[in-house]
């Protein structure tokens, strides 16, 4: 295997992912942005596994899901007895607390949800219960995986600087200004926008800590 080479590629469209530069609310007709945007990454993947599962719209990932675990036994879903035969107090305070969480979570996430106009009943607020939030959260906590986000990638800079150069040509063809105008305007763009790249990831870690730039994602096939 060649190191340097990608050893599988996985259409974007069938990922689930979310980034830490990007608060913005793919799923406006599913959940409000205000529950969305304040979500904590892991969340923000759950709620994308519950629309593709049960908004009601097509999709190419049903498959996929339908694939997975459809439960779980780890210590949220074990009795009070069993936590108490660990012997180990943090367990069950750990666990306490998480439950506390995900009820919380699931309460806001109902009040959230886009209401259907033509639907008085609000079905999807009914169909989703609360063990199906569970498991969708479960999903991801276990399966998800993380690496670095750029805030660009090289085809979209790519792009934009030949757009950049497109301009300033047709700037100069069109009789609009000198040469050395257009050069001066689209170097100082291009410029910026390589400077960009070098330094904003440089000042988000040097703030945020090296969580800054993260991008977490859950797919086929790679599935940890």
Known sequence: LNPRKPLVRVPAELTFTVNSLDN????????????????PWWLKLATQVLFEKYGGYPTDLKTYLNNLPQSFNTPFHWKSDDLEYCQYPPLAVSVNA???????????????????PNDDSNSTSHMIRYDEFVWAIEIVRSRAFSGACEPATFK??????????????????????????????????????????????RVMRSLNGPDALKRYVLCPIIDL
């Open 24 to 39: 913005s609310n793919p799923l406006r007709k599913f959940v409000h942005s205000e529950f969305y945007s304040s979500a």
């Open 98 to 116: 998480q439950r506390d969480q995900y009820k919380s979570f699931y309460k806001q996430f109902l009040e959230h949800l886009v209401k259907n």
């Open 156 to 201: 979209q800079r790519l792009q934009l600087i030949l757009f950049v150069l497109f301009i300033s040509l047709g700037f100069v063809v069109l009789g609009l200004g000198e040469p050395q105008d257009a050069f001066n305007g689209g170097g100082a763009a291009i410029s910026s926008i390589l400077a960009f790249d070098l330094i904003y990831p």
